[in-house]
């Protein structure tokens, strides 16, 4: 046998400067199983009527589904009032942000998103050979005047979470329009709403009005949050026909399952499970957070959130890691992001109201505190 001299497959370079996206955890490092408070899923499950449409498409599995997801893309435009031409459906919106990227950037552009923001931005630019510009946030809240001042020609894709990803800060409707005005015409705008549902209903409109009046605003959402789907990778956006057109050339073929197309079907009927979902979260929210004001004396602050999560800070002397660590052991994963530049936080997804009773007697345990 003669020594292997032929050269191995040579990945492009910017691949390598890519960091593989880091899921939230579901084990502790002893192998024990967690409730996962990590990933921002809905604790309260899936709706009934999404869960019988699961269990109706099982008989389905020997064929494709819908190229086009037809259907789905109708109820989406009738329900949104939208129209279902300015429609696609993607494998969880994760697919959509990657097509927007690689669709209008690579080498030699730049995509420009804020500092702690949703971590598939980075790899979005990267993977298309784009340059990533990441803008500073004022109180870890995107800031549309930072983010103005750092488009330069080469900016080809903003990237704008709202609520953020993993801050839960929102920019209101009026914000959102300004970063808009303020951008070129052919600079593209992705408002990524994975958790607008869970704002109040009358701000929620502010993507889809610059979408549908403007050719350089794409929305994506998901069934992953607020539907409870996030296991049948189901996402969609919308925007002007020309960009819908770009995304549909270089999309896979039959992205979303035959599961997955009718449960999303099922799940934006069950508005009731929304408004359930929409409401628990946020008093549960507002209770954590006020339990986390409590131990304020011992440095623990919360970041305000509109979003399924709340981003916890340890600057005093019980630290985030300690945090983590206790949590695994009371049986919790949240998420430590010191990568992301949070080394003294936790994203706490809001669970259930005994999940997060426990979380917070956990935390005040800690604290030196009665539980
Ligand atoms: N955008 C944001 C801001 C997110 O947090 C997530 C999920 N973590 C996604 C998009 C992607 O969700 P999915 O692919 O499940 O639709």
């Not at 435009?77 to 919106?93: F, K, M, N, P, W």
């Not at 005005?181 to 994975?194: H, I, K, Q, R, T």
């Not at 916890?312 to 206790?326: C, P, Q, T, W």
Request: charged share 20%.
């Amino acid at each position: 046998m003669t020594a292997r001299t032929k050269p191995a497959p040579a990945p492009k370079p910017y691949i390598l400067g890519i960091h593989a996206y880091v899921p939230g955890k579901a084990t502790a490092s002893d192998g024990r199983a967690l409730v996962k408070l990590s990933a921002n899923e809905n604790p309260l499950g899936t709706s009934a009527a999404a869960l019988a449409a699961l269990e109706a498409a099982r008989g389905e599995a020997a064929g494709y589904p819908d190229p086009d997801a037809n259907a789905l893309r109708a109820a989406l435009a009738e329900h949104h009032a939208l129209d279902a031409e300015r429609i696609v459906c993607g494998t969880g919106s994760d697919e959509l942000l990657n097509l927007a990227a690689q669709g209008f950037a690579g080498a030699g552009d730049e995509v420009l998103f804020s500092r702690h923001s949703f971590a598939v931005y980075d790899i979005a630019a990267r993977r298309c050979g784009a340059s990533v510009v990441e803008v500073p946030d004022t109180d870890f809240t995107a800031d549309v005047d930072a983010m103005l001042a750092a488009v330069t020609e080469r900016t080809r894709v903003v990237f704008l979470a709202n609520p953020n990803n993993p801050t839960g800060t929102w920019l209101a409707p009026a914000e959102v329009e300004r970063l808009h005005a303020g951008l070129p015409s052919d600079v593209l705008l992705v408002v990524d709403e994975a958790y607008a549902e869970y704002c109040a209903p009358e701000v929620q409109r502010v993507g889809f009005d610059l979408a549908a009046a403007h050719d350089n605003v794409l929305v994506t959402r998901t069934f992953s949050k607020i539907h409870g789907l996030a296991a049948e990778r189901v996402g969609w956006a919308t925007g002007a026909p020309a960009l819908i057109d770009v995304l549909n050339r270089i999309r896979g073929p039959f992205n979303v399952t035959v599961s997955g197309q009718k449960a999303a079907l099922a799940a934006l009927g069950d508005t009731d499970f929304v408004e359930h979902s929409r409401s628990h979260n946020s008093a549960t929210r507002a209770r954590f957070a006020e339990a986390m004001a409590a131990l304020g004396n011992h440095g623990i602050s919360t970041v305000p959130s509109e979003a399924n999560f709340v981003l916890v800070r340890f600057e005093g002397e019980v630290k985030a890691e300690a945090a983590l660590d206790a949590l695994a052991e009371a049986g919790y994963a949240v998420r430590h992001l010191p990568g992301q530049g949070l080394g003294d936080a936790l994203r706490i997804t809001i669970g259930t109201s005994e999940d997060m009773a426990k979380v917070t007697a956990t935390l005040r345990t800690l604290c030196g505190e009665a539980a």
